[in-house]
């Protein structure tokens, strides 16, 4: 089964809005990431969090990581037509990169 | 460019046939892995390598077979093709460091009839 779960599986928003997506996961990891994939392409990586963090920032992009829940939640702030895509959350445990199930997030104008 | 090539774009296979898609990248990473994508399953691993000789499974490795001779290449291997491996395949690349990010390929659509 997959390491994570997204939530939720679908999201549909107004430009301007904020976007936030939640992961859950099931073992302790290293670190959580969250890429990005636009239909039918390659997935490109948004954000890194390590274990020992709690939030980050990367412009628009916003992670907080809770490891005593095993979850995460990436929010992107004033969203545009341009974010919709589909988000993944992806855990790092040794040498593995295991990926959750995804959000995909539809931004109109 | 630098990056991770994945070879080929499309493919479609008849059931019992084998082939091998190629995955290289160029940014001398250590560790490599192969996904599959279906809808709504997100990505499954199905192989990795932490580098050249040294191979492990993921989630799904069954029907596919992988070899790491060399630090650059990273292929994978049908070896009797049914049409539960129609999918879409991602290769994809990292240094060692806890804090290093993937870098995607931009897939392989692989269609079994």
């Known amino acids: 089964s997959q390491q994570g779960e997204e939530d939720p599986q679908a999201l549909s928003i107004q430009e301007g809005e904020n976007a936030t997506m939640n992961c859950s996961y099931k073992?302790?990891?290293?670190?959580l990431q969250w890429y990005r994939q636009n239909s039918g392409r390659g997935l490109v990586h948004l954000i890194l969090?390590?274990?020992?963090?709690r939030e980050k920032h990367s412009g628009r992009l916003r992670v907080t990581l809770d490891t005593s829940k095993k979850s995460s939640s990436l929010l992107i702030t004033a969203s545009r037509a341009a974010d919709t895509a589909s988000y993944f959350c992806?855990?790092?445990?040794?040498?593995?990169?295991?990926f959750g199930t995804g959000t995909r997030l539809q931004v109109t104008l | 460019n630098a990056g991770v090539t994945q070879t080929p774009k499309f493919q479609v296979l008849k059931t019992g046939q084998s082939m091998t898609l190629q995955c290289a990248q160029d940014?001398?990473?250590?560790?490599m892995s192969w996904y599959r994508q279906d809808p709504g399953m997100g990505l499954r691993l199905i192989h990795y390598s932490v580098g050249a000789g040294i191979t492990d499974q993921g989630e799904v490795p069954n029907g596919y077979n992988v070899s790491r001779s060399t630090t650059e290449d990273f292929p994978l291997r049908l070896l009797s093709a049914a049409p539960s491996q129609t999918s879409v395949y991602f290769c994809a690349s990292s240094y060692e460091g806890q804090g290093a990010r993937y870098t995607f390929g931009s897939g392989t659509r692989l269609t079994v009839v």
């Open positions: 992806a855990t790092r445990t040794a040498s593995k990169l295991t």
């Open positions: 969090i390590r274990s020992n963090e």
């Open positions: 940014m001398n990473h250590e560790y």
């Open positions: 073992t302790s990891i290293n670190n």
